[in-house]
């Protein structure tokens, strides 16, 4: 009787011991060398939604792929298949049964982001001279440079999603997720879009899709396609 | 008659169309009302829920009727809420619940569980907050903005239409009702309903051999690929249970239409034993009892079949008044870009009843939704909202064990010369392999994912 005592008590110190002290979190840090030529064997599930040049469509449903930093790619890749990012089409295509382990990840986000981009990306509705357009300046220069670039380059090692040449229906889209609470986003975007309205957001991203893709990135003409798709 | 829901018997009677014909043949025929059961004039007092509202909450915001739970009044409901949480929205179905007809062939030769076709329509209601009511729906008053149910009568602020196909069994020569309702129990085409599915897979699993014919329409049918599909499908499971079978493939078209590089390949590499594919047959009588399906030349004799004959849009539209006549699928009169009944901004029609000649299909019908959502949304709203193309994502299987398939994306674009839509930028994979057979499944799970729990 003394014997199961002892045994219930500890067993009570165990578990409150567990509850006052939680694990702390941990990190795994893992490195993989990309590897392209794989990279474009990966693409062809992606390719079967994103078209082979991945350059995303005017109207918005499809981001602008090519050209993207891959960092970002990852980024994106990552939150999706583990649901933190919403997208209940393409979760269960970057699910490691369909698209494989990190390394696989790694390679296409390789692939993608050597593409050349699409130089009909579309542009907002206020061009250069408009009003609306030095709005939109002033408002991406105070609330959005920091982190994406003067220029919307975005930032390869902090995963800052490059915003020069993305199609201005998909932005737009995207940032007024954020500012509705329907897609995650960290700290420092969460509390700039909560200072902007949307129209706000609207001429600020204006202002980006107006800027100009360094020609080298750009593929020759809107009739490119992706010869490795031959 | 009082009612509550505020309208005359016979206005319910003209507009619905339906009673008009057959209460006055009840009342002729009728007997004693105790020993019947039946009410004053002999008509069975059920009827009288037809003229009450339907059990709802009352409206708490713009009421939207969608009828029809298939892939497109889904996807409607849920992104109608999603694009203006304010809207009251109501799915109606004549069904108690889903079966998922894409993924259905892989199914038929033991690919993919049952489970993950079958889908509850409460989940979808429930985790999208809107309401769902099983009724079949009898009729349309637009004049007084109301849809008579046989669970009674629901007023709109606006409605969604997207009843989907019926079989049209007159363009294969089988004109009399009944003929037809024997066709279509004897042999299934399989792209309505989940019993025709039920059917289908025991006739594959208890054929022993001969000869199995199986039937591609001509016209917009629904699902371009899924004929082809379906022949291959069965092909690879009589082949690997080494059955002495045959497929014969009648084809109403001059050639494959969709993918034609891929099946055509797999028909003669992997199925040359088992596949018989015979285009341009134009099919112009079925013998039932017979078991001979004929065209002009010749007269095909079978062991089992599954006949797929032309599609058009649901019977209702016509029924309802709002069907347009010259429309070789007889399919909805709307606006092309709006999709809204010509004349009637309150009423739309989506999904596989639009008069667009998009591919009919699944994917086709959810990202059309989600754009016809935000069309009402902006309407109620006074907002324009730019037309976009919808897309449609396609997966074909073309082996099994392991499952081996193909792919079509494809998107739309306006020809302003020609006054009609024509494809635009399409990206096809006609190379048959596994990871083709894996993304198909992340297809469907995506889909019904979208549809029913996120």
Redesign the interface.
């Known amino acids: 009787m003394k014997g199961r005592f002892f045994l219930l008590l500890s067993g009570l110190l165990l578990l409150s011991g567990a509850w006052a002290d939680a694990p702390a979190k941990m990190k795994i840090v893992l490195e993989f060398q990309p590897d392209p030529l794989n990279g474009r064997k990966v693409f062809?599930?992606c390719?079967?939604?994103h078209?082979?040049e991945a350059w995303g469509?005017e109207?918005g449903?499809y981001p602008q792929l090519a050209g993207q930093h891959a960092t970002v790619l990852l980024r994106q890749l990552m939150e999706i298949r583990t649901g933190q990012r919403?997208n209940?089409?393409?979760?269960?295509?970057v699910?490691e049964?369909?698209l494989g382990g990190y390394q696989n990840l790694v390679d296409v986000v390789a692939y993608i982001s050597r593409l050349p981009m699409d130089p009909a990306y579309i542009r907002g509705p206020w061009s250069e001279g408009t009003p609306e357009y030095d709005k939109g300046r002033q408002i991406y220069t105070a609330h959005c440079a920091a982190c994406h670039g003067p220029e919307g380059e975005g930032n390869a090692q902090g995963a800052v999603p490059r915003l020069q040449g993305q199609h201005y229906p998909y932005t737009r889209r995207q940032a007024i997720a954020i500012k509705r609470g329907q897609r995650r986003a960290d700290l420092a975007m969460q509390a700039v879009v909560s200072q902007l309205d949307e129209h706000e957001l609207e001429l600020a991203l204006n202002y980006v899709s107006q800027l100009e893709v360094p020609k080298t990135d750009l593929a020759p003409t809107p009739n490119w396609r992706n010869p490795d798709f031959k | 008659m009082s009612d509550q829901a505020g309208f005359s018997r016979r206005r319910f009677l003209q507009a619905s169309g339906l009673l008009a014909a057959s209460a006055p043949a009840l009342a002729a025929e009728s007997v004693r009302p105790e020993a019947s059961g039946k009410g004053e004039g002999g008509v069975p007092p059920a009827f009288a829920r037809l003229l009450r509202k339907a059990d709802l909450p009352a409206p708490r915001g713009a009421r939207v009727v969608v009828v029809g739970a298939g892939w497109s009044g889904l996807s409607m409901a849920k992104y109608l809420k999603l694009q203006n949480p304010d809207f009251d929205v109501v799915l109606v179905d004549r069904q108690a619940s889903f079966t998922s007809l894409p993924l259905s062939n892989p199914w038929l030769v033991g690919e993919i569980s049952m489970d993950f076709l079958c889908h509850s329509f409460f989940d979808a209601a429930r985790n999208h907050g809107y309401l769902f009511l099983q009724a079949t729906v009898l009729g349309l008053d637009r004049e007084a903005r109301r849809v008579f149910t046989d669970a009674g009568v629901i007023g709109y602020d606006y409605l969604v239409l997207a009843p989907g196909i019926d079989y049209d069994y007159e363009r294969i020569g089988v004109e009399d009702p009944v003929e037809q309702q024997l066709l279509a129990q004897r042999y299934p085409g399989g792209f309505v309903n989940a019993s025709e599915l039920l059917t289908i897979r025991r006739k594959i699993q208890q054929f022993r051999g001969g000869t199995f014919l199986l039937t591609v329409p001509d016209g917009d049918y629904r699902c371009s690929a899924a004929p082809y599909e379906r022949a291959c499908t069965m092909a690879a499971w009589f082949k690997h249970n080494g059955l002495p079978a045959k497929i014969l493939l009648l084809d109403m078209n001059n050639e494959i239409k969709i993918m034609k590089d891929g099946f055509a390949r797999a028909f003669s590499e992997l199925y040359g034993d088992y596949i018989e594919y015979l285009p341009s047959s134009l099919i112009s009588s079925v013998d039932v009892a017979g078991r001979t399906v004929s065209t002009e030349f010749d007269d095909y004799r079978f062991d089992d079949a599954v006949i797929y004959p032309p599609i058009r849009g649901a019977r209702m539209l016509e029924e309802a008044g709002i069907m347009n006549p010259h429309s070789p699928e007889k399919t909805a009169n709307t606006d092309p870009f709006r999709y809204h009944v010509i004349g009637d901004e309150r009423v739309y029609v989506t999904g596989d009843s639009r008069s667009q000649p998009f591919s009919r299909g699944g994917h086709t019908a959810n990202s059309e939704a989600r754009y016809v959502a935000e069309v009402i949304a902006g309407h109620a709203l006074g907002r324009e909202v730019a037309w976009r193309s919808p897309q449609t994502m396609c997966f074909s299987a073309i082996d099994i064990r392991p499952m081996r398939a193909i792919s079509l994306i494809t998107f739309y674009r306006y020809d302003e010369v020609k006054k009609d839509f024509a494809f635009d930028r399409t990206h096809a994979v006609e190379q048959w392999d596994e990871v083709g057979g894996r993304a198909s499944v992340a297809w469907a799970e995506g889909l019904f994912q979208d549809m029913f729990y996120e």
Not at chain 1, 88 to 93: H, K, Q, T, V
């Open positions: 062809d599930v390719a079967r939604c078209m082979p469509n109207d449903t919403a209940a089409l393409m979760r269960p295509f699910q049964r369909t």
